[in-house]
C-alpha cells in the first residue's frame, strides 16, 4: 500500500474555485504522489500525521519563464556563463534548482539555456533525487531566425528555413527538451532589433509546432510585439512570453485558441526596469528610455486587461535571476499582477497554479483529490495579501509527489 500522510489543522486554499476563494479548515490526506482527499476531520488510522498548526496549505508554484542557466550571482553577462567551466556551472545550476524549491516552486518550464543540456542536467539530476529541485520542462539553446535577434550564432542555434527549423527542434526534442523557445520578435533592450520586429514566419511556426507535438513537446516564444503574438496564436504556439503590445488582430487570434494558448507577460522585469533597479547594473535611466520600456510597461498592463477580458489565460514567470529580479524572489510577479495589473491575488496566484496544469500537462496545480501532491505550506493567508509568498520566514514547508521536499529549519527545529 502507498505511503500515507495526513495534514491536520490546516487552511486549505484548494485554486479549484473562482478567484474569490478564501482559505477553509480543513485535512489534507495523501497517497503515495497524490492528495485522495481534502474534508474537515479526515480520519486515517494508518497514515503519518502532520499537524500543520492553522497554516495555508496551497498547492505548489509554477514558474513559466526560466533561465536555469543564470546563476545566484549572474551580472547580465550571457558569454561568460557560457564559457563557464561546465563543472562548477553545474553547481551553480544546481543551486538555483534548491532555490526555486525553497521558494515554493514545484514546477518550471525552460525558457532557454546557456549551455545547451542545463536543464535536462538539473531534471535527471533532480528526477534521480541527487539534488533538491522542482519539476522542470526541460528547454534547450533558444532558436533565432538568421536575420533576427540572437542570428549571430553566439548564444543561439539559427534557422534560415522551415527546413533548418524542423531539423533543430527534432533534435532538441530526440535529448529530450518539451519546451522549446523561439526568438520570433525583437527586444527594445537591444536597439539594433525593436520590439516590433517579427522574426521566421508561418510556414517555418507551422513545421516547428508539428515537429515538436510529434515528440510530446510544445513551442514558447519570445514575441514582444503584435504582429508576432497573432503570428504565434494562429500557427499552435503554446507559450507566448511577453507579449508587450496587442492589438485587434492579435486578441482575437489569442482568442481563437484559448483552451491551448498562454501569455506569460513577466511584468515585475519590465516593473524593475522601468522602476531603476536596473541602474546600479548599467541600465540607466537613458538606456532604459532608449529600450522603449516605459511605453511597454503601460502597455501591457493595458494587455492584461484585455486578457482578461477576453477569458485568455495567464501563466506566471519572468526572468528571474538578474541582479535586480534576484532568484528567490519569484513571487514578486503575482504581487505585480495585484498591484499593477488589478487581480485579486487568488486570480493572481492561479496563474501560478492552476492554469500551469494544462500549460504542462502534469496534474499539477490544484489541492484536489487525483492531483499531485505538489503543496506549499505558509504562514498567513494570501489570499488576501499575496506578499506572504514573498516572505522566506513564512514558508514553513514545500512538499513535492507527496514528500516533503523542503522544511524551513528556523520553523521545525
Ligand atoms: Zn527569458
Known amino acids: 500500500m502507498a505511503e500515507r500522510t495526513l495534514l491536520t489543522n490546516a487552511r486549505v486554499l484548494t485554486c479549484s474555485a473562482g478567484p474569490d476563494e478564501q482559505p477553509a479548515g480543513a485535512d489534507v490526506l495523501i497517497e503515495g504522489d497524490?492528495?485522495?482527499?481534502?474534508?474537515?476531520?479526515?480520519?486515517?488510522?494508518?497514515?503519518?500525521?502532520?499537524?500543520?498548526?492553522?497554516?495555508?496549505?496551497?498547492?505548489?508554484?509554477?514558474?513559466?519563464?526560466?533561465?536555469?542557466?543564470?546563476?545566484?550571482?549572474?551580472?547580465?553577462?550571457?558569454?561568460?556563463?557560457?564559457?563557464?567551466?561546465?563543472?562548477?556551472?553545474?553547481?551553480?545550476?544546481?543551486?538555483?534548482?534548491?532555490?526555486?524549491?525553497?521558494?515554493?516552486?514545484?514546477?518550471?518550464?525552460?525558457?532557454?539555456?546557456?549551455q545547451p543540456l542545463d536543464d535536462l542536467h538539473a531534471k535527471d539530476a533532480i528526477d534521480r533525487g541527487l539534488v533538491p529541485g522542482p519539476r522542470i520542462v526541460p528547454s534547450g539553446p533558444m532558436i533565432a531566425e538568421v536575420d533576427g535577434l540572437g542570428g549571430d550564432g553566439e548564444m543561439m542555434e539559427v534557422a534560415a528555413t522551415a527546413e533548418d527549423l524542423r531539423e533543430i527542434v527534432a533534435r532538441q526534442c530526440d535529448l529530450g527538451v518539451r519546451a522549446l523557445k523561439l526568438f520570433i520578435s525583437g527586444d527594445g533592450v537591444v536597439p539594433e532589433f525593436p520590439s516590433d520586429d517579427v522574426y521566421m514566419n508561418d510556414e517555418m511556426l507551422l513545421a516547428a509546432v508539428e515537429e515538436a507535438d510529434r515528440h510530446g513537446a510544445f513551442l514558447t516564444v519570445h514575441a514582444r510585439g503584435s504582429a508576432s503574438v497573432a503570428m504565434a496564436a494562429r500557427t499552435g504556439v503554446r507559450i507566448v512570453h511577453h507579449a508587450c503590445f496587442l492589438d485587434d488582430e492579435a486578441i482575437k487570434a489569442l482568442e481563437a485558441r484559448r483552451d491551448d494558448i498562454w501569455v506569460c507577460p513577466g511584468l515585475h522585469y519590465l516593473y524593475a526596469m522601468v522602476s531603476g533597479h536596473?541602474?546600479?547594473?548599467?541600465?540607466?535611466?537613458?538606456?532604459?528610455?532608449?529600450?522603449?520600456?516605459?511605453?511597454?510597461?503601460?502597455?501591457?498592463?493595458?494587455?492584461?486587461?484585455?486578457?482578461?477580458?477576453?477569458?485568455?489565460?495567464?501563466?506566471?514567470?519572468?526572468?528571474?535571476?538578474?541582479?535586480?529580479?534576484?532568484?528567490?524572489?519569484?513571487?514578486?510577479?503575482?504581487?505585480?499582477?495585484?498591484?499593477?495589473?488589478?487581480?485579486?491575488?487568488?486570480?493572481?496566484?492561479?496563474?501560478?497554479?492552476?492554469?500551469?496544469?494544462?500549460?504542462?500537462?502534469?496534474?499539477?496545480?490544484?489541492?484536489r483529490e487525483g492531483f499531485l501532491a505538489d503543496l506549499l505550506i505558509v504562514d498567513g493567508d494570501p489570499s488576501t495579501d499575496v506578499t506572504v509568498l514573498l516572505d522566506p520566514g513564512r514558508r514553513r514547508a514545500v512538499m513535492k509527489g507527496g514528500k516533503f521536499a523542503y522544511v524551513n529549519p528556523e520553523v521545525y527545529p
Open 34 to 114: 497524490r492528495v485522495t482527499r481534502v474534508a474537515p476531520r479526515i480520519e486515517a488510522d494508518s497514515a503519518r500525521t502532520v499537524d500543520l498548526r492553522g497554516a495555508t496549505v496551497l498547492p505548489g508554484l509554477g514558474d513559466a519563464h526560466v533561465h536555469l542557466s543564470w546563476p545566484l550571482d549572474f551580472v547580465f553577462d550571457h558569454a561568460a556563463v557560457a564559457a563557464a567551466d561546465p563543472g562548477p556551472h553545474m553547481l551553480d545550476v544546481a543551486a538555483v534548482t534548491r532555490t526555486f524549491l525553497e521558494s515554493g516552486y514545484t514546477c518550471v518550464i525552460g525558457a532557454g539555456t546557456t
Open 278 to 367: 536596473a541602474e546600479p547594473y548599467g541600465m540607466t535611466p537613458g538606456r532604459i528610455e532608449a529600450a522603449g520600456y516605459p511605453l511597454e510597461l503601460r502597455s501591457q498592463i493595458e494587455g492584461m486587461r484585455r486578457l482578461r477580458e477576453s477569458g485568455i489565460k495567464m501563466l506566471s514567470g519572468g526572468d528571474f535571476g538578474h541582479q535586480w529580479t534576484r532568484h528567490g524572489t519569484y513571487a514578486a510577479e503575482l504581487q505585480r499582477y495585484v498591484e499593477l495589473a488589478g487581480m485579486s491575488p487568488v486570480e493572481a496566484i492561479h496563474t501560478a497554479t492552476r492554469n500551469m496544469g494544462p500549460a504542462t500537462g502534469l496534474g499539477i496545480g490544484q489541492v
